[in-house]
């Protein structure tokens, strides 16, 4: 079943990391880094793509005034716009750059119920589909301190999000045998 959904950049970038599977990728949201990138995803084969999120046309036409800069290293072999559905309903606009891919966002949540009865309601892993993939703009892999930086910049985000949830549904205090009273 799915029903009607309004995205925003959070919910756009909730789906894309259901899409691109980021349990299995390094994808990273709001990487400073020279020009801001929305997103950042370092394929397996290294590579650096940047994705970046349009709510809007007026949103998406006002990017193309935006001169992009990057620090050495974090130039990205493939860009992308990632786009509601109803963006590009009538096809992709003439203006948008011949290089950069499109991701269309379907517009509607998907929901189901688990076998144990749990109702599930959430972007599935269909929710974001190629509509014209990027052209290559180069094929040199990501350095080792780009990598390694993107990882680090992804656990401490996961971290901040975290820490909150368990400190909130941890015990007030927990006691902790002093190393030296360990028999």
Not at 117 to 128: D, F, K, Q, Y
Not at 146 to 151: C, G, I, Y
Not at 163 to 179: F, G, R
Request: aromatic letters at 10%; a positive charge.
């Amino acid at each position: 079943m799915t029903e009607p959904i309004r995205w925003s950049e959070a919910s756009i970038i909730s789906a894309l990391a259901v899409a691109f599977e980021w349990w299995r990728r390094d994808l990273c949201p709001n990487v400073q880094e020279g020009s801001e990138m929305d997103m950042a995803l370092l394929t397996k084969a290294g590579l650096l793509w940047e994705i970046e999120i349009k709510i809007s046309m007026a949103d998406w036409k006002a990017d193309l005034k935006k001169e992009r800069r990057y620090n050495p290293g974090w130039s990205p072999a493939r860009f992308y716009y990632a786009v509601p559905a109803a963006l590009v309903a009538n096809g992709i606009p003439e203006w948008a750059p011949a290089h950069a891919g499109v991701l269309r966002l379907r517009n509607e949540l998907q929901h189901h119920t688990e076998p144990n009865g749990r109702r599930v309601i959430g972007h599935g892993p269909r929710s974001a589909g190629w509509l014209r993939q990027a052209k290559i703009l180069h094929k040199v892999k990501a350095p080792p301190f780009v990598r390694e930086a993107l990882r680090a910049k992804i656990y401490a985000r996961y971290w901040r999000h975290v820490a909150p949830q368990i400190t909130a549904t941890a015990p007030a205090t927990i006691e902790v045998p002093h190393l030296a009273e360990t028999p």
